[in-house]
């Protein structure tokens, strides 16, 4: 079997881009384990167990909520990454135009965690803003191209 840009890949971008949500708590997950012990009877309460916690050091602290920061945001983009990919399939979008926005979309996503999780600086932090801007950009771009094509499909 071989790939190409027009070969339908698209698809398999929904659980990639679940796992970039996935990893920054997973990395979480071993952070507050390393330096206080994770309770995982209350999960959701760790983070901030490390923000009050006197004996764990303030970067660190910080660095758990940026990365619970990051997952939280993956889990808010994601359902529109879903159905932007489910409506350019669904409408019958070029391959090509479908699997360039995935890799793009993933892409942007991989710098966004990346700069959100090690940023302490507000210009990183504007960086980073600007790169969560692009990423909504492509989802958006491609439920815009599937509204036209569906649209000149009925005319």
């Known amino acids: 079997m071989s790939f190409s840009l027009d070969s339908p890949l698209s698809l398999y971008s929904i659980p990639v881009v ?17 330096h206080m012990g994770y309770n995982n009877c209350q999960p959701r309460a ?5 923000l009050e916690s006197g004996s764990v050091p303030k970067d660190i602290a910080a660095r758990a909520e940026r990365l619970e920061g990051a997952h939280l945001n993956g889990n808010e983009i994601l359902p ?5 990919v489910l409506a350019g399939n669904l409408v019958g979008l070029p391959n090509s135009t479908l699997n360039t926005a995935s890799a793009v979309f ?7 965690n990346t700069i959100y ?9 504007n960086l980073r803003t600007v790169v969560w801007l692009a990423s909504m950009g492509v989802p958006i771009t491609l439920f815009v191209k599937a509204a036209n094509l569906l649209h000149s499909k009925s005319a």
């Open 106 to 112: 993933i892409a942007l996503r991989i710098c966004y």
């Open 18 to 34: 679940w796992f970039t949500t996935f990893y920054p708590m997973n990395m979480k997950f071993r952070l507050i384990t390393k």
């Open 117 to 125: 999780i090690n940023h302490t600086t507000a210009g990183l932090s």
């Open 46 to 50: 760790n983070t901030k167990k490390i």
């Open 80 to 84: 529109m990454w879903i159905g932007a």
